[in-house]
């Protein structure tokens, strides 16, 4: 990922301020805190001589755009179910000792992050992740036992 600097050199640095920010460093710095989107720049977004910027910029963002609010994305296209991520979640263990912990199939599925669905990893319950909240911590037992690369935080 690129930083604010980066993003601010592909803005167009008027100052307009039709984003609600002050500058166009502050729309920058709003970008990556993903508090506003390319989309929130109307010169950025409307005005041809800025399309390249956009285009880039757009496609810096494109691989969070179904990020959680923890920043957890799940690639369903690379996915194939193996079931490692459930198993290894420290979450998913504490609230299910029984099931996922052992290594069988999870019994107390409300209570979990990640669960399969139909072949998938899908994300639940995102707000008792370990990276989420006021007790953060950078947890990555999901994305070490992932064979194909199919989970990452953004």
Known sequence: MTNAMELYQMLPKTNCKKCGKTSCM???????????????????KDE????????????LFKPSEGATETGLVVHEDL???CGNCVVACPVNVANDPYGV?????PKNINKLILTIENGIVKAQNVGECRRFGKNKILC?????TCPVEAIEFV
């Open 26 to 44: 502050a729309f920058a710095v709003a970008l990556m805190a993903r508090e506003l989107t390319p989309d929130d720049c109307p010169p950025l």
């Open 48 to 59: 041809p001589k800025y399309r390249e910027g956009y285009e880039k910029i757009s496609g």
């Open 79 to 81: 996915c194939f179910g």
């Open 101 to 105: 912990g052992s290594g069988n199939a």
């Open 140 to 144: 990555n037992g999901c994305i070490v």
